[in-house]
């Protein structure tokens, strides 16, 4: 990693399980990388307020995080794999 204004200039952020009110159910969030020098996620998914509408994610495909954890997106939403 670059230093920079002596700290690392990247870092790895969160990831981990988040209730969802609408589905009643956990989703898993993945980690996510963070500039500390431009204050942005570099991998995020623009929001559906960002952009009005979802990400660009495939119904039913099945995604894997920097953890190995799998989730398959349904219905707008990523639902852990066992």
């Known amino acids: 990693?670059?230093?920079?204004?002596?700290?690392?200039r990247y870092m790895t952020?969160?990831?981990?399980?988040?209730?969802?009110?609408?589905?009643?159910?956990?989703?898993?969030?993945?980690q996510q990388l963070f500039d500390t020098q431009t204050q942005q996620y570099?991998?995020?998914?623009?929001?559906?307020q960002q952009t009005g509408h979802k990400g660009s994610f495939e119904e039913g495909k099945v995604y894997t995080d920097a953890n190995g954890n799998k989730a398959?997106?349904?219905?707008g939403q990523f639902q852990s794999v066992g």
């Open 13 to 30: 952020v969160g990831g981990g399980q988040e209730w969802n009110e609408a589905s009643g159910m956990m989703i898993n969030r993945p």
């Open 42 to 48: 570099l991998n995020a998914q623009p929001t559906q």
């Open 72 to 75: 398959v997106y349904r219905n």
């Open 1 to 8: 990693m670059v230093k920079a204004n002596g700290r690392d």
